[in-house]
């Protein structure tokens, strides 16, 4: 690997940490700003392309369901193993295993496949296609919680 490609890798895996906890802390200014301006975020049931569609997507209601009961809710995504490829001078591919936890403890977990440019000094997310594996029974995903 040369010095470059290190440099790279350290500054994308802070851009892939500040997304995660951008969009846990539903900050969507510093989400949406995690992306190239032509950014796309491929969910399963919709596409969301460019950043001032990502910061509209992440500036309405959660996905998630508020929690019954009335007590607060929270997820967190913990990043895992990152494997990142370079596959030009600007431009690399990663796959992040990721964990959630929540109030009822381990909630989902699986694995995002992005592809990463280089666009105005800086290491961006091009396209963003998360995956979710395995989503417990008593997952916030449920509304349950």
């Not at 989400?31 to 975020?41: E, I, M, P, R």
């Not at 997820?75 to 370079?86: E, G």
């Not at 403890?105 to 694995?111: A, I, V, Y």
Request: with cysteine; hydrophobic share 40%.
């Amino acid at each position: 690997m040369t010095d470059t490609e290190v440099r790279a890798l350290a500054e994308i895996h802070q851009r892939l940490a500040a997304c995660t906890q951008a969009g846990d802390a539903r900050k969507a200014e510093a989400y949406a700003g995690c992306f190239t301006h032509a950014g796309v975020l491929e969910l399963d049931n919709e596409t969301i392309s460019g950043r001032d569609a990502i910061l509209a997507w992440m500036t309405a209601p959660s996905v998630i369901p508020a929690p019954t009961g009335g007590t607060p809710g929270f997820i967190s995504h913990h990043l895992t193993t990152c494997s990142v490829d370079f596959t030009g001078p600007d431009s690399a591919t990663a796959r992040t295993y990721w964990l959630v936890t929540s109030a009822a403890g381990l909630d989902h977990n699986g694995f995002y496949v992005d592809r990463l440019q280089y666009e105005d000094g800086q290491w961006l997310i091009a396209h963003r296609r998360p995956r979710t594996l395995w989503i417990s029974p008593t997952s916030v995903l449920h509304g349950k919680g």
